[in-house]
């Protein structure tokens, strides 16, 4: 189960989104393919094992630092919300903005993963 996640989940989500964060569209990387594009857990790894692509979302580095620590979570419209205790957040994120989602909608986040996010990580 480990060999999944260190080789193919981060390959495969980053795929799903074109190696592009879905929240800013950041798509930078180098010519041997290492990037600022993460592959996210919704659901973390070490709580769940929980491999599947619609578990995961492509963030770049300060997205994915937010999203892990409850800055903001994504509703089941794919739509932002920031936390009212976040400061300063013009240029990080932009409250109810429609996230970048994957060209096969198959492979959206999981709804049931967001709403979990929702509950545990965000901060209200």
């Given at each position: 189960?480990?060999?999944?996640?260190?080789?193919?989940?981060?390959?495969?989500?980053?795929?799903l989104y074109?190696?592009?964060?879905?929240?800013?569209?950041?798509?930078?990387?180098?010519?041997?393919?290492?990037?600022?594009?993460?592959?996210?857990?919704?659901?973390?790894?070490?709580?769940?094992?929980?491999?599947?692509?619609?578990?995961?979302?492509?963030?770049?580095?300060?997205?994915?630092?937010?999203?892990?620590?409850?800055?903001?979570?994504?509703?089941?419209?794919?739509?932002?919300?920031?936390?009212s205790c976040l400061?300063?957040?013009?240029?990080?994120?932009?409250?109810?903005?429609?996230?970048?989602?994957?060209?096969?909608?198959?492979?959206?986040?999981?709804?049931?993963?967001?709403?979990?996010?929702?509950?545990?990580?965000?901060?209200?």
């Amino acid at each position: 189960m480990y060999y999944v996640r260190r080789s193919l989940f981060p390959e495969i989500v980053k795929k799903l989104y074109n190696n592009t964060c879905a929240v800013c569209g950041l798509r930078t990387r180098l010519n041997d393919d290492r990037g600022i594009v993460d592959s996210a857990h919704i659901l973390p790894f070490k709580d769940f094992h929980n491999d599947d692509p619609r578990n995961g979302i492509a963030l770049c580095k300060n997205h994915h630092w937010g999203f892990d620590h409850g800055w903001f979570t994504i509703n089941d419209r794919y739509r932002t919300i920031v936390s009212s205790c976040l400061l300063d957040i013009k240029f990080y994120i932009k409250n109810d903005f429609c996230i970048n989602l994957p060209d096969h909608i198959e492979y959206s986040p999981a709804l049931t993963a967001l709403a979990w996010h929702r509950t545990n990580i965000f901060i209200k």
